[in-house]
């Protein structure tokens, strides 16, 4: 018989014989042709990424084995790029709303490990931009919402584990907890955004406008506390699940105040979790948590870590969770057991001690469980003596150090909560007692690492040992004076001199210049998100590595050495060497020349902030400090940010106008010249700066209980950038302009009353004293601010500019600050105008009519923007203007405070449009000769007419 006929249909061979072939429908078997490479491929400006989470090769595409080999690890695809290993972010968002559960798992699992490269900024060489906003969208963000209600239990795992990924940052986590034991490392950052939710013409629903704003109050929104719950409850979560779960509750709890509470009055939710994952009892088991397929019935160190991180929100839920949840029973269970016998995994016991010090501590801050002080003593005394066997001179176990600073760090808070005011003699014999076995352990250690360089967990030990030690001498010092005094002598001398002379502390200053922030400029790139605080530790560098202990043991140094010196100043002259060591000497220099700090996060830079505080409080002890040392108070107030307004009120109070910052050359310049730098004068301008600091009572009070050792209401400061403004040192000029621009009704003359007039007086006053004690200080401030500031005095009201003080000190700024004109930056934003300068300048210039009567500082505040080298519409606006223009006649040249020439169009402009202003303010000129409105021949006006007309006629 005759074979069937076959035909070519659509590049492949069939054959009418076959069933269902009759008809054949081309556009169905197109997806059976074989793949063409082609010679470009579309989609290569899109990142595509392997089951891992990593940048695929695109060069595989032109190279057929390749892709083979790629189609065998499953990355082969049939969207727009088949020839393309991996898959786009559009596409696995299009396979995550699958039907297929198998394909919305691994799409979910493969972005988790996207983010999860992103914040270990994995690729920022391959990407040239962040795909983080991308992942933070609100419709994203609302995807992996939605996935969490998937009923299959392996797209609920992966969409937990990218929910995770997205809010939870590893280095962020590991460095609150490696700064724990330092100086305030149990204060955190609220992680609070700035909300700045849609209008009402936003069609998208509440949620959705919420999560662009803020994710973490978006997703409360959508009753993602009720679904935890339900999970918990009903499903069998795996280990790994159930971690991610309580992680995402940790950052939810870590936001702020408000979501910690909805945490806490969620229903049932943490009542589920202790009775699940903290029990009372459970069966002996050796395997650690993490490899266990359930974790149900064990107790999960994270379940303390989300407590201890509620708690640290405010006192008041501190103390309903110690009754709801019964936290004095928990803490004292595990902590009265050697971990050896918690019938659990070495590592998960030590884990879970370690949280519950934590928790403690945090309670311990509010003053919170004072009775578990006294019923836990002797197995803290114990543990305490048991570490006396430690050798630091060899290396350290790491789980010996962080027990010990953490155990110490636990001590200090519980120091400090004590009032002093009302302490009774049980108190202080258990506070006397374990001081005495710290005392002698750090005589012991300080002793040992005299003699080597210094380690990562050593110093984590000496950070809250030094701190313990200040905390008590600063709170015991009144009520047992006599001991105390010669305890701090004999240690002094004894142990902490020669400790501060020893090869381990001359490794630190030998390391301190390279692990400086503040010292150099930060350059790295950040990720960007608007909806979700990062605290950026992945970028820092040195925030996570050993080298990142040097700055926070060495403030703790400088804060125990003060804390001696407060009592026994007579020891300074001791301590003498330190200000003459050039590493620190160095260090000192590049913290006061660095002019360039843009730090993201000023969290991150808290330790080098403090390190730099003490170092300016210890050089009011040794009055031999060199220029270099006093610069550092005004560093600060350029640099403190929320949280440290007690240090920013401490630095204006005792630093900035003590006589010991005063440098003696300048303050006799200053004396014979202006009057300005008396002991009166300073108190004077010292009080008028401390009245205007941005801080309102409540946060200072707050910020004072963290440094007073004080009991506070709250472990949470605002990571919301710096405290004063880049204009802070015209502030109380400032506060009157601000006042006078809310007021609807014109300020005349009699509005400002005496005390405004010396308040304004004091700050030019201050502003000459910076710019003559200071000049690198004071060029932190831009031309642009200083020239902008000095503008707003003669507007507050129509005579301030003709009182005597304040006339004198306007005149002494124009001449001595003359250089800064010629480096103005007009047409750029300026910081706190709030409008382009053009305007206010026209504001200015009608003020200068109305009232300036001529008077010549005014006239040269006026024409220093109609200089050449700025935009000619300035200087259009005196020709157009006669009134002006006659005012300005009675300037004579040898009153201005540059030379004239630079009032000339000399200068050929580049755009057009400025080129037709010249020519119009030339026309202008010929028409004020020719009309007679230049009448004096040695004013100003007169000989820049004089000179652009005859350029002109040449």
């Known amino acids: ?68 080999n790629v189609a065998n690890q499953g990355l082969c695809h049939h969207g727009d790029d088949p020839m393309l290993p991996g898959y786009t972010l559009d596409e696995l968002v299009y396979l995550a709303r699958s039907s297929i559960d198998n394909q919305r798992r691994f799409a979910l699992s493969t972005m988790a490990q996207v983010v999860s490269h992103l914040h270990r900024s994995q690729f920022d060489s391959e990407l040239s931009e962040s795909l983080l906003q991308v992942f933070l969208h609100p419709e994203f963000i609302y995807l992996t919402r939605v996935s969490i209600d998937d009923k299959v239990p392996v797209v ?34 609220s992680f609070v955004t700035s909300m700045n939710l849609q209008d009402d013409e936003d069609s998208r629903s509440p949620e959705m406008r919420t999560i662009d704003s803020d994710v973490v109050k978006g997703l409360l929104m959508t009753g993602i506390l009720n679904r935890f719950r339900y999970l918990l409850e009903e499903y069998r979560l795996d280990t790994i699940s159930v971690f991610n779960l309580l992680d995402i509750l940790c950052v939810i709890s870590r936001h702020g105040l408000e979501s910690s509470v909805r945490v806490v009055e969620s229903p049932r939710l943490l009542q589920t979790i202790y009775s699940n994952y903290l029990p009372s009892t459970w069966t002996p088991i050796s395997t650690a948590i993490k490899d266990l397929q359930d974790p149900r019935g064990y107790p999960v160190a994270r379940v303390i870590k989300l407590t201890a991180t509620i708690c640290s929100t405010s006192e008041n839920l501190s103390r309903i969770l110690v009754n709801k949840l019964g936290l004095e029973s928990v803490i004292s269970r595990i902590i009265s057991v050697d971990p050896r016998n918690l019938n659990l995994n070495i590592t998960d016991a030590i884990s879970l001690r370690h949280e519950v010090i934590h928790l403690w501590s945090t309670l311990a801050t509010y003053r919170v469980l004072d009775n578990l002080q006294e019923d836990l003593n002797p197995i803290i005394c114990s543990n305490l003596q048991s570490c006396l066997r430690l050798d630091v001179s060899q290396q350290i176990n790491p789980i010996d150090a962080d027990f010990l600073s953490s155990l110490i760090k636990l001590i200090d808070l519980l120091t400090n909560s004590i009032n002093t005011d009302s302490i009774n003699h049980r108190h202080f014999s258990l506070s006397k007692s ?92 950040f990720l960007s998100a608007n909806s979700i605080m990062y605290l950026h530790c992945g970028t820092f560098q040195n925030a996570l590595s050993p080298s990142g202990s040097v700055i926070p043991v060495l403030a703790a140094l400088f804060r125990l050495i003060n804390a001696t010196l407060s009592k026994l100043p007579d020891l300074a002259d001791k301590y003498s060497f330190l200000i003459n060591n050039p590493c620190l000497t160095n260090y ?46 005004w560093k600060l107030v350029f640099l403190l940010s929320a949280g440290q307004e007690w240090i920013l009120h401490d630095i204006f109070s005792k630093c900035l106008f003590s006589p010991e910052f005063q440098p003696d050359s300048a303050a006799t310049k200053l004396t014979e010249n202006y009057r300005i730098i008396s002991a009166e004068n300073l108190r004077n301008i010292r009080n008028t700066y401390i009245a205007c600091l941005p801080c309102t009572p409540k946060t200072m009070e707050v910020s004072r209980c963290y440094y007073s050792n004080h009991a506070p209401t709250s472990c949470r400061i605002n990571n919301s950038g710096r405290l004063m403004p880049c204009d802070w040192l015209y502030l109380p000029v400032v506060r009157l302009y601000e006042g006078s621009c809310s007021n609807s009704a014109h300020i005349r003359s009699d509005s400002l009353s ?67 004109w010629s480096l103005l930056e007009l047409e750029s934003a300026i910081p706190g105008l709030g409008s ?35 935009s000619p519409r300035y200087r259009l606006l005196m020709w157009t203007d006669r009134e002006l223009l006659r005012i300005m006649t009675s300037l004579p040249r040898q009153q201005l405070c540059f030379d004239v020439e630079e009032l000339e169009e000399v200068v050929e402009p580049s755009r057009e449009s400025d080129r037709k202003i010249v020519d119009r303010i030339i026309q202008l000129q010929q028409s004020a000769l020719r009309n007679g409105y230049l009448t004096s021949t ?17």
């Open 1 to 68: 018989p005759t074979a069937p006929s076959e035909t070519e249909t659509a590049g492949f061979s069939t054959n009418r014989s076959w069933l269902n072939m009759d008809v054949v429908e081309s556009d169905k078997l197109e997806w059976m042709k074989p793949v063409a490479i082609p010679p470009g491929c579309v989609g290569r400006n899109k990142p595509r990424f392997d089951f891992q989470g990593l940048l695929c090769s695109i060069d595989t595409a032109n190279n057929r084995s390749s892709h083979d």
């Open 156 to 189: 609920l795992n992966a969409a937990i584990a990218l929910l995770r990924g997205l809010i939870y940052v590893e280095a962020d986590e590991i460095f609150l907890e490696i700064n724990y034991v330092n100086y305030l490392g149990h204060v955190t950052p």
């Open 434 to 525: 374990t001081f005495a076995i710290i005392l002698a352990l750090a005589k012991q250690l300080l002793s040992q690492c005299s003699e080597i360089n210094y380690n990562y967990l050593t110093n984590r030990v000496l950070s809250s040992l030094f701190n313990y030690l200040s905390s008590y001498f600063v709170t015991f010092i009144n009520v047992d004076a006599t001991y105390l005094t010669s305890v701090i002598q004999d240690f002094s001398i004894s142990i902490l001199i020669p400790f501060s002379l020893s090869k381990y502390v001359a490794s630190l200053f030998d390391n301190l210049q390279t692990v400086s922030y503040v010292g150099h400029s930060i350059t790295s790139e």
């Open 588 to 633: 000192i220099a590049s913290v006061s020349n660095n002019i360039n700090v843009p730090l993201q996060s000023h969290f991150i830079v808290r330790n080098e902030l403090h390190f730099i505080y003490w170092m300016s409080q210890f050089a009011i002890y040794t009055p031999l400090c060199g220029h270099d040392w006093k610069s550092l108070p």
């Open 754 to 820: 005496q005390e405004h007039l010396a308040n304004i007086d004091d700050c030019l006053k201050m502003a000459l004293y910076f710019h003559q004690t200071n000049k690198s200080a004071f060029d932190w401030l831009s031309p642009t601010v200083h020239f902008t500031r000095l503008l707003c005095v003669f507007l507050l009201a129509d005579d301030t500019f003709l009182h005597p003080p304040i006339r004198e000190s306007l005149k002494s700024l124009l001449w001595q600050l003359n250089p800064y």
């Open 836 to 870: 382009a300068f053009i305007d206010f300048y026209s504001n200015f210039v009608e003020q200068f009519k109305s009232v300036s009567y001529g008077d010549p500082t005014f006239c040269n505040f006026v024409l220093i923007p109609m200089r050449n080298r700025y």
């Open 938 to 954: 040695d004013s100003v006006p007169y000989l820049v007419a004089v000179a652009n007309i005859q350029r002109q006629s040449k």
